[in-house]
Each structure stands twice: as C-alpha cells, then as structure tokens.
C-alpha cells in the first residue's frame, strides 16, 4: 500500500488538547503518578485516531481516508464469493439468534449484582441487551456510530460522496472503527461509575497491587463489555452476508418477543416474594385478569377489580389492547406501497411494478431516534451523579440538562435512580402507559407520586416534547437513512436501468427516471419517518405488555413482517436464479 501523505504539524495542538485533558483529569480526580499514566494509555487512542485524520494529505478530498490503513486491518467477516443457498442462509440465521440468547445468559465476572445501576433500563427493548451480561451494551455502541457517521455524513464534515464506490467502502470502514471507540465510549463511564466490581474480586486484586484492585476490577468489566459488544457487530455482520435480513432486527425482534410473551402469560406474582393475592396478582395480562375475576366478589370487583385489570401495572389489558392494535397498524402500513409500473426494455409485453412501500425508510429511523434518547439519558445520569463527570465545568450537576433523584424522592416517589426529575433528560424521558401521564394530568391532586413535583401542566408539555421529538428525529434520521444507504432516486433509478427495465411513456434514461422518482421517494421518505416516530411514541403513550416500550413493540412487528418478506424473496431467488440479477444489482 502506498505510503499516506501527513502534516506532522498537526501533532501540536492534539498534543495540547491531550495535555489539557490529562491536566483536568488529575484536578478533578488526583489520582497518583501510577494510575494517572493508565488513565493517558486509555484515553491515547482517540487523539491518535484525531491525528490520523487530521493529518492526512492525500490526493483524496476527504481526511476520513486518513484512516484507510488501519480500517482495513480491521476484524471482520469477509463477504461471500458467490449465491449462499437459502437454507445455509436459514441455519446461519437460527444459529446466530440463539448464540444471542446464551450469550444474554452469561453474567460478567466479578460483578455485583445487587449494586449494578442499568443505565439503560428504559431502552433495553431496542437495546437488545440483557443488563449485567455479556450484551449488557447491546447495540447501543453499533447504533450510535452509525447516528455520528449519518449526522456527520449529512453535514458535510467528512466531504465525502456516498455514490462513489471508494468513498463508501472507507466511510463503512471508519464506522467500523467508531463502533469500537463507542463500545468503550459507552463501557468506560458504566463501569467506572454504575457496574459495581465485586468485593472478593477487589481484594484479591488487592493483594496483587496494592491501590489497585478496583480500578483494575473495572477494566475487567470494561474488557468484557467490549467482547460482548464486538461479538454482537461481528454476529450482526454475519447475518448481513450470510444469513437472511439484518443481525441487529433480528436481535431486537427475539428480545421484544421475550419480553411480550413473559408479559402476556406470565402466572407468577408481581411481588416474588409474597404469595399471590387480589393485592398481588399475577404479573401477565391474561393470568391476571382470569386470577381477579375468579377470586373476587361483585362489590371488589365494580371499585376494585376492573380498574385493576384494565389500568393498573404491571401489564394491565389496556397494554395488551394497545398492542395488538399497534400490531394490526404496522401490518397494514408494512404491506401498503405505491407501485410505479415498469417494462422491460427487449421484451416486449414484459411488465411488472417497482413497489416503494409507505414505510420506505423501514424502522431504522426510530431505532437511531431510540437510541439517541437513551445516549441523552446515559450522559445526563453521567453528568449528575458520576463522581467525575459531574465536576465537570458547565456540564457536571447542571439542572438544565437533567436533574436525578435524591435518596429521599426514590422512597417518597417508589422511583428508579435512572428517572429524571427535571431539566432536558425529564422532557425526553418516555412515558410508559396511560397510568404515567394521562391520570395525573386529569387527576394532579392524587397522582404527586407520578408527576415528581410537577404541574400537569408540565406535564403535558413532557408529553408533547417527546412527541415531537420523536416524530422530528425519526424524519431526519430516515432522510440520512435513504441517503447513505442507496435508496435515494438516483441509486434507485440507476439500479432499475441496470437490470434493463424503464418506465412506460418515459426516455430510457437515468436522470430521467430520477425525476420521476423524485415525485415519490423523498414524499415517502417523510411520511415513513413521521409515521413510525408517531406510532412508536404513540404505543409508548398507551403502554405495552412486557415493559417493551413502544419502540421495542413497533420494531418487532416491522421487524418480524421484514423477515417473512425476505424469506419469500430469498426463496423466490432461489427457485428463478434470473430474479436474483434484478434484487442484488446483477
């Protein structure tokens, strides 16, 4: 490979930055001479990562290509050279979703259980994570690189063109290296502040190093959590090349479906701990409807039991209501398209249609929307209550970005030390069901416990907040979706072209057909944005069974129809090889 071309000049002010940052470290912290030299070796790389691009002087426009070299030594599953065969394609697929479920099943070591915090507790449906496991981050680390590539991307700052083969092949490649600058982005902060080490682990450390044994304990769980997260890319990968539909779908939908079925049918009681009673009935829908009808006289079951099994968590039937409805809306939205007709250009008589489904932009739009809250709602903890973060200058402890509970409001209120109080994290924290915003706004005097302190007022400006967040994320994030995935009119055109079809009444021509195209893509664009921002946070609104959250349920049907789709299409490939030219581009 041909040397790369640098300014070494470019070294000087990363190096200054470098020095400011150790500097703030020790003034915050004071560690010692021995841990401060650990804390430089951690975080080196991002400034060798910024030198590398920063420094770049090829013949290329854009400086990601700075990074060239090391993105292509980078682990990965290589592509396969020719058609894999649809039931090799389906044992992949089985065989990776259930590597994912063993893998949610072992527990890091050294970790204690009782003392861990799960940051992301209200997003572990997209997550598809297991909190203290190995896929304690899940695709957290995955989704956000790919939300920091689009934003930049989208922006302009990398200067790089998409269409362009060369382009897209280094932009895929530096994303594979930001997902593991995330895994550790994400790993550090949790381990250093919210998973605990275990005290036996600590101490034989100890005994080791003397001053040692808990920052050592917490780089063990920091290596780890990047096994696991890398694990899960590199299963993701294998899934995209030789298995059916995306890794990360797949790993969602088997989480939600989890969480739904446990929801729905599970018959042991809310409590654990106390036997099952008409204060304590079992957790999942239907058991608890069937257990308080049965058990319970007239009088308890007009005050009592209707409102109970109607509205009263955990999964009341209003949930279950509100997710089959959500169910039958996706269906109907996944399998309602426009179809533009088109003909073959050497075969006369030979038509057929080019479908653009209504949900053009398919559910990634919500997932990147998702996972940008629960990254507001990580940092925002961080900020407020890490022993580091939160002396941080302007960002540390400041109520304008998110205030957290003290030790008295977690009793008072029978609330998480995850759930924000005030400031942006509490607008754009998620409500989940009706008992969590509806009830107190229309009933203030009786439901303090809920609004923590605030008006219904404030309350229904949360709503509205997180509503139009939401439904405006969702559209951005669908717009850089089509963009960088060639979806756009004119991939989409060239690949009709290429393929020897053309529209009927039109000039076999590519900027032709991209007009055309131009008509429809990007109004569907929008409409797929806003509607799934709409019914994710909508179902978020309702309540789900499971505690999947709205997200969680609306990725799992799109996900699970997709799926279904997709086999037909990989069968449909396998029974007409000549079919298969028009899906993969020839």
Do not use: C
Request: glycine share 8%; aromatic share 12%; net charge positive.
């Amino acid at each position: 490979m041909v040397e790369i071309q640098r300014n070494k000049s470019a070294a000087f002010p990363i190096l200054f930055v470098y020095a400011l940052a150790i500097t703030g470290f020790w003034y915050f912290n004071h560690f010692g001479v021995g841990k401060m030299l650990l804390v430089g070796v951690l975080i080196s790389p991002i400034f060798i990562l910024a030198y590398l691009v920063l420094s770049y002087q090829g013949p290329k426009q854009s400086k990601l290509y700075g990074l060239e070299y090391l993105t292509a030594r980078l682990p990965a599953v290589k592509k396969a050279k020719g058609h894999v065969q649809f039931k090799y394609k389906f044992l992949w697929t089985v065989l990776i979703i259930i590597l994912y479920f063993a893998l949610t099943n072992i527990y890091i070591y050294g970790l204690n259980t009782s003392q861990t915090i799960d940051v992301f507790a209200s997003f572990r449906a997209i997550f598809a994570g297991a909190s203290g496991s190995l896929m304690d981050l899940g695709i957290g680390p995955i989704v956000t690189a790919s939300i920091v590539m689009q934003l930049f991307a989208g922006a302009k700052i990398f200067n790089i063109d998409l269409h362009n083969s060369e382009d897209k092949a280094v932009y895929q490649g530096v994303q594979k290296l930001l997902v593991i600058v995330m895994i550790f982005v994400e790993a550090i902060p949790q381990a250093f502040g919210y998973l605990v080490p275990d005290t036996a682990l600590v101490t034989s450390l100890n005994s080791m190093a003397p001053g040692y044994g808990h920052f050592l304990a917490q780089s063990i769980i920091v290596l780890q959590l990047f096994f696991g997260s890398y694990l899960v890319f590199l299963m993701d990968e294998v899934v995209s090349k030789y298995g059916i539909g995306s890794g990360i779908s797949l790993f969602i939908a088997a989480g939600v479906s989890q969480q739904l079925v446990t929801g729905t049918l599970n018959w042991l009681p809310a409590t654990l701990s106390s036997p099952a009673s008409l204060s304590n009935p079992p957790a999942g829908a239907l058991p608890k409807m069937f257990y308080i009808l049965v058990n319970s006289n007239s009088g308890y079951l007009i005050s009592n039991g209707i409102p109970q099994i109607l509205f009263q968590p955990p999964n009341p039937m209003i949930a279950l209501l509100g997710t089959i409805l959500i169910f039958f809306i996706v269906a109907y939205f996944q399998s309602s398209k426009i179809e533009l007709p088109i003909s073959h250009e050497r075969v006369r008589g030979a038509r057929g249609r080019y479908p653009l489904q209504l949900f053009y932009a398919s559910n990634i739009p919500v997932i990147l929307a998702t996972a940008l809250l629960a990254n507001v709602s990580m940092w925002t903890l961080l900020f407020w209550s890490s022993p580091v973060l939160s002396k941080v200058p302007i960002l540390g402890h400041n109520r304008l970005l998110g205030a957290y509970p003290t030790a008295t409001q977690i009793s008072q209120f029978n609330i998480s030390q995850t759930t924000p109080t005030s400031g942006l994290a509490y607008y754009l924290f998620s409500p989940n069901g009706l008992s969590d915003w509806l009830f107190p706004i229309l009933q203030p005097g009786t439901a303090q416990n809920v609004l923590l302190g605030h008006t219904a007022l404030e309350e229904a400006i949360h709503v509205l907040i997180f509503l139009g967040f939401m439904v405006i994320a969702s559209v951005i994030f669908a717009k850089f979706w089509i963009e960088t995935t060639n979806m756009g009119p004119s991939a989409v055109a060239k690949q009709i072209i290429s393929s020897g079809m053309q529209i009927p009444g039109f000039r076999r021509d590519p900027k032709v057909m991209e007009n055309v195209l131009k008509k429809y893509i990007p109004a569907i664009t929008v409409f797929s944005g806003a509607a799934v921002g709409l019914l994710a946070a909508g179902a978020n609104l309702i309540g789900t069974v499971g505690n999947t959250s709205g997200t969680g349920l609306l990725l799992a049907v799109g996900i699970v129809i997709q799926f279904y789709e997709a086999m037909g299409r990989e069968q449909l490939m396998e029974m007409h090889p000549v079919i298969r030219q028009f899906f993969v581009g020839g």
